[in-house]
């Protein structure tokens, strides 16, 4: 029989910056349990270890150097994961678990075939009609800038 440990809540999810690094340009979200935003310290120590990732994942794909970062500190774990978009319609998701107070142990688990928990889910499909309006289906033309303006600001 499903149980649930607790009712569904709304969580915020809030765009932090755009940060650029050697010409990319990825959108950065924080996703937080029963809070407004995440932790700075569960932001800032995961970066490092999203980019890191990022480089060594798309440096044989073409891709545009852009992409989104997503760092949910959830309520028993921290989800971080780092998207980027590749041969003009197709993302690339990569996902870091890790228990609550070690995010410096954040660990890559996308080939277990975790994707997202229903938040992390709110935003990919976000991002993905952020692609379809400013690059896809753009009456006036592709445009990654558009796309890089359009940042998501909402309790799901």
């Given amino acids: 029989m499903f149980k649930l440990v607790e009712p569904y809540q709304k ?14 340009r990825l959108k950065v979200y924080s996703l937080a349990y029963q809070m407004p935003l995440a932790r700075p310290h569960v932001v800032e120590t995961s970066k490092p270890i999203l980019w890191k990732h990022l ?43 890790s228990l609550k107070e070690e995010v410096e142990k954040l660990e890559y688990k996308t080939p277990t075939g975790l994707t997202a928990c229903v938040w992390d889910a709110a935003l990919l499909a976000f991002e993905r009609q952020a692609w379809v309006d400013t690059m896809l289906n753009n009456p006036t033309g592709p445009s990654l800038e558009q796309y890089l303006s359009t940042q998501m600001n909402q309790d799901v």
């Fill in 55 to 97: 480089q060594e994942v798309a440096k044989d794909k073409p891709h545009y150097n852009v992409g989104f970062i997503g760092i949910n500190d959830g309520r028993g774990a921290i989800f971080s994961f780092v998207d980027f978009w590749a041969d003009e319609n197709e993302l690339h998701h990569h996902v870091f678990v």
């Fill in 11 to 24: 969580r915020p999810i809030r765009f932090l910056e755009l940060w650029e690094k050697n010409g990319w």
